[in-house]
C-alpha cells in the first residue's frame, strides 16, 4: 500500500521552486572571492547573524544567534555588516535570468522563486529536469551564487524538491515519485502546516506528510479548513497554488522601525529617529500614491519593553507635515523621560489610494494644494539627488551621531569604496567585484 | 509578377489621409473637451465631424476607444482617455502618434546598452595595478566584467592564479593557456593547473570630471 504512487499523472502541471542557498553569505563570497570556502555571516550591524555560509552553519553556527555566541563556537569567523544594496541587484539579476526561461516567474522572496515551466518541454526539446539543471547552471555561472531547486506538480511539492538536497540540489518528483519523497518528511516542515496544526494532526496518528496525503479526501473536509485542504490537494500532485507573476499591487500598512546604538535617554535625539522613520514611511506611502488613515507609534526601551499607541487621524494624508501633531502626542503619551530607548518605529495604516480622498468640511484646500506641491518639489529632489536631501528640522538631530556607533556602525565596504561621480548616497546599479587586479 | 505600383502609392497615401483626420478628429474632441469641461455626446460628435449619419460616428466612437482617446464608464457614457492629457508642441505622444523628432530617436544605443552586452552578469571592478597599462587600463580605472560570455583567446580576462587574481590578456593555444600582461614590467604567467576566470572584461570606464 506504501509504495503506492498518489497519483498517476506524469506532468499535469511543472512548477519550479528555486531557493538561494545561505543568499546573503553567498552573495559576499561571490564579490569578495577570498571568502569563499571560509565561514562568513552577515547582520554585524543586528548584533546577530542574519546569514551563515555553508561553511559556518557547518561549525554550528546558525541564524538569529548572537555575534558572542557566534564567536565562542566558531572564533575564525568573519562577520560582516548586510550590504542590502548588493543583495537586492543579485536577487534582481537571479529573477531576470529566469525569466529568460518561462514569463512565468514569482518572485515569493528575496531569495526565492517559483517558475512555472508547464508546456515548455516542446520548446528546450528535453525533460523538464534538463531545464531546471540548465537555470541553476545559468545563475552559478552568470552571478556565482548557488542555488537548490525542486521541480513537480505543485508548489508544495516544488518546495519540498528544492529544501530536499541542499546546497546546489536539483531534485526532480514526477507524479509517480511524489509517495517516496513524502514517506520520511514529518508534517510540519511541510509549507503552510505549522507546529499547531502538526500537534492536532499527531493526534489523529499523522506524522508524515505522505499520511496526510494518503487520508481521503472526507477526512480532511472534516477536520481541516480551506488552507489544509488546498495543501492536501497539492501534497496529492493537484495544483491549486497558481505561479503569481504580478507583483505587490497595494499595501495595508507601512511600517518603518529603526535601532539606534547606544540606547539614548537623549528626548530630542529619540523624538528625532522617530520623525526620520515617519518621513521614510510617507515618502514610501507616496511613491506608491497611499494615504494613512491612522498612525502607530511605538518606542522600545533598552530593556526591549515596547511601548506604543494607535492614533485614527481625522483626515487621510501622507505628508509628514499634517502628522508631526499626531505624533507629538502619540510621543509624549508612552515617552517615559529618563529612559534609555533603543528603537522608535512608525506604522501608517489603514492605507487607501491618495486619489480617493475627498475634501472633509474644515479642510483648507489652499494649504492642501500648497502641501501637496512641496512634497512633490521634496519627492523630486529626493529623485535628483538622494533621499533626504531635505528633512524636516525635527529628524535632523539624527545627523549628529551615526545610526550604530561602534562595532554595530560597521558599513558594507560598497557603500565606502566609490567611484568616481558616485557619491555616498547614490551608486551605479551594479555589484562590485572586490578584487585586487 | 507586375504589381501595381500606382495602386500601392494610393493605399499608403489613403492611410496617412486616414490618420491625418483621425487626428483632427481627436483634436476636435479635446479642444470641445476642454472648452466645455465635458464629453460631447454622440449627436455633438457628428457636428464636430461633419457627419450626418449616426452609424457614422458610433463607427468613429469604435475607432477612437480601440486606441485608448476616449473610454467608456460603467453606464457606457463617454470619458476621456488619452485626450484629456494636455498636448505637447512637438508631438502627440500620448495620443499615439510618435512625434517626428521622437521617430528618429527610437533606435538609439543609451551608453548603458552600449557597455553592457548581459545586464544580469556584468559586474564592476576597481583596477588597482598597472599590468594592463600598455592597454590603456590604469589604476583606478573602472573595468566592466562579464561572468556570462565565455573567455576567447585575446580577450582581456580575470583570472586566479595561485590564489591570486589577475587582470591579463588570455592567450590560447590548443590545450597551453598563458595570461599574458600589457605592461614589460610584468612576466607572462604560464598557470600550471587548471586556471579559473572570473569574467572577461568588455569595457574600461574612466571619468574626468
Known sequence: MDNQPLTIHSWPRAILHLDADAFFASCEQAVHPELRGKPVITGKERGIVAAASYEAKARGVKRGMSLYEVKKVCPDIVILPSDYETYSLFSLRMFEILRRFSPDVEEYSIDEAFVDLTGLRRSYHGPYGMIAQKMQETVVTELGITVSVGVSLSKVLAKIGSRHNKPRGLTIIPGRDIHIYLKELPIEKVWGIGPNTSAFLRKFGITTALEYARKDEKFIEKYLSKPYREIWHELNGSSVYPVVTETKSSYQSISKTKTFTPPSKDETFVFAQLSKNLENACIKARRHKLAATRLVVCLRKHDYQSDGVDIKLNRPTAYPVDLFGPLREGFNHIYQPDSFYRQTGVVLAGLLPETGIQCFLFDDPVRMEKMSRVYRAVDQLSQNFGKHIIQHAASLPTKLQAQHEGERGDVPQRATDLFKGENKRQRLGLPVLHMKV | ?209
Open chain 2, 1 to 209: 509578377m507586375t504589381v501595381n505600383v500606382r495602386s500601392l502609392y494610393n493605399l499608403n497615401m489613403t492611410r496617412d489621409v486616414k490618420e491625418d483626420k483621425l487626428r483632427s478628429r481627436v483634436r476636435d474632441i479635446s479642444h470641445f473637451y476642454r472648452e466645455k469641461g465635458r464629453m460631447p455626446s454622440f449627436s455633438e460628435i457628428g457636428e464636430l465631424a461633419g457627419f450626418q449619419s449616426k452609424n457614422a460616428v458610433f463607427k468613429l466612437v469604435n475607432k477612437l476607444e480601440q486606441r485608448n482617446f476616449i473610454g467608456r464608464d460603467e453606464k457606457g457614457r463617454l470619458i476621456p482617455g488619452s485626450i484629456a492629457s494636455s498636448l505637447r508642441t512637438l508631438g502627440t505622444v500620448e495620443a499615439g502618434f510618435p512625434s517626428p523628432a521622437e521617430e528618429e530617436l527610437a533606435d538609439t544605443l543609451s551608453l548603458d546598452q552600449l557597455l553592457i552586452q548581459n545586464p544580469d552578469a556584468t559586474f564592476l571592478l576597481k583596477v588597482s595595478g598597472d599590468s594592463m597599462s600598455e592597454a590603456g587600463i590604469l589604476p583606478g580605472d573602472m573595468v566592466l566584467v562579464d561572468k556570462g560570455q565565455p573567455p576567447k583567446s585575446g580577450d582581456i580576462v580575470i583570472a586566479e592564479v595561485d590564489g591570486e587574481w589577475t587582470m591579463k590578456y588570455l592567450k590560447k593555444r590548443g590545450e597551453s593557456v598563458t595570461l599574458i600582461p600589457a605592461n614589460p614590467k610584468y612576466k607572462p604567467i604560464k598557470p600550471k593547473e587548471e586556471l579559473k576566470i572570473a569574467g572577461v572584461v568588455t569595457a574600461v570606464v574612466r571619468k574626468y570630471r
